[in-house]
Structures are given as structure tokens and as C-alpha cells.
T-cell receptor
């Protein structure tokens, strides 16, 4: 079974600075998808960014980018120019790319990000 | 707004009772997923339906059941409730049929068992 580990329960960053959230995963599969979800106090789960394992290029979405290290099974999220609205719980998630199987997401425990003004 | 609607938003009930949580997926989405979020277990996958059929089961208790109706809305039934069932229950939907499709989450139902 796949597992996702987020080793930082809490992180803090100054507004306008850069922060990196860590995520490692364990799988025996070679093809899969990785995601970062944000959960603000409104509790809505919002997709931040996703990465296909077969793509070597790291995904980028505006101020959010990932560092995907497939051999190390590492998938960190970098937030640049942090804003107060970035304060939230961030969840790393894994999904198998096996077609015809479950499309479930396997989540890490989350990292609570605080942004200080 | 993700387009996924969950009702009710909050629910308080007593131990031993039965409740039904409802989810309306985004228009056009065939897959519905249920997740449970609790402080100790984190976000756990419960069950997935695709176009009315059960696709996958996760850590869903026997006291819990779900179904997806012809109009694609889904219900999660929780019975013989225990204090430990208190959690946030999320429904998500996607087009489905391919693991690369994005899952959109509803705002969740906060269940409190007293």
C-alpha cells in the first residue's frame, strides 16, 4: 500500500518570503500522480498543483512550484512571495496511475502553514 | 466554489443514531468519492462510485454504507454512531475513468456525535 509522509506538522514564514513544505511517499508503482492540496480555515480542499510521475519537468503554478525527485520519492512544495492568504493546512497526496483501478487519493497528515505579517 | 454540494454542513446527533450525508457532484462528473477527516486518522478514503457502480472501497466501517443514484448524486449512510465517528466527511467528484482527472471537493459535513 502506498503511504505519504509529511514530516513538518507546522511551518511559519514571513510575508513575501519563500517557504518549502516537504513530502515523501512510498510506492512500488512506476507511474502515478502527486498533488498538493490546500485547506484554509473555510475547510474547503483546494488543488494547488499536481505532478505526473512520468514527467521529469517540475510543475509550476504562479507562485507555487514543486521539486519532484522520483528516485528519492520526494515531492516538496515551494511557495514564493508568501501572502497572508496562503495560511492554511497543506496536504500532499498520491494517486496511482493504474487505469481501471481506484482513483482514490492517499493523503499525508498535513502541514499547517502560518504566514506572519 | 468547487461545484460539489454537500448537505448538511453541520450535523449533531446522539450515539446509536443513524444519519445520511448527501453529495451532489459537479455537472458532468461521473465519479464520487467519500473521505473522512479526523484529528487522529487524518484524511482517509472511504469509498468511490463511478456512474452508479461501486469502484473501490477503502477504510469504510461495516456500519457505513453508500450509494450513487441514477442522477449521480450520492449518499453516505452512517449507522449505530459512536463518539469516534465524529469527523469532517468530504465528498469529491471527478469526470472519472482516468486517474489523471482532477478531483473537486465539497465543503464537507461536520458530524458531531454526542
Amino acid at each position: 500500500a502506498q503511504t505519504v509522509t509529511q514530516s513538518q506538522p507546522e511551518m511559519s514564514v514571513q510575508e513575501a518570503e519563500t517557504v518549502t513544505l516537504s513530502c515523501t511517499y512510498d510506492t512500488s508503482e512506476s507511474d502515478y500522480y502527486l498533488f498538493w492540496y490546500k485547506q484554509p480555515p473555510s475547510r474547503q480542499m483546494i488543488l494547488v498543483i499536481r505532478q505526473e510521475a512520468y514527467k521529469q519537468q517540475n510543475a509550476t503554478e504562479n507562485r507555487f512550484s514543486v521539486n519532484f525527485q522520483k528516485a528519492a520519492k520526494s515531492f516538496s512544495l515551494k511557495i514564493s512571495d508568501s501572502q497572508l492568504g496562503d495560511a492554511a493546512m497543506y496536504f500532499c497526496a498520491y494517486r496511482s496511475a493504474f487505469q481501471g483501478g481506484s482513483e482514490k487519493l492517499v493523503f499525508g497528515k498535513g502541514t499547517k502553514l502560518t504566514v506572519n505579517p | 466554489d468547487s461545484g460539489v454540494t454537500q448537505t448538511p454542513k453541520h450535523l449533531i446527533t446522539a450515539t446509536g443514531q443513524r444519519v445520511t450525508l448527501r453529495c451532489s457532484p459537479r455537472s458532468g462528473d461521473l465519479s464520487v468519492y467519500w473521505y473522512q477527516q479526523s484529528l487522529d486518522q487524518g484524511l482517509q478514503f472511504l469509498i468511490q462510485y463511478y456512474n452508479g457502480e461501486e469502484r473501490a472501497k477503502g477504510n469504510i466501517l461495516e456500519r457505513f454504507s453508500a450509494q450513487q443514484f441514477p442522477d449521480l448524486h450520492s449518499e453516505l449512510n452512517l449507522s449505530s454512531l459512536e463518539l469516534g465517528d465524529s469527523a469532517l466527511y468530504f465528498c469529491a467528484s471527478s469526470v472519472g475513468g482516468h486517474p489523471g482527472t482532477e478531483a473537486f471537493f465539497g465543503q464537507g459535513t461536520r458530524l458531531t456525535v454526542v
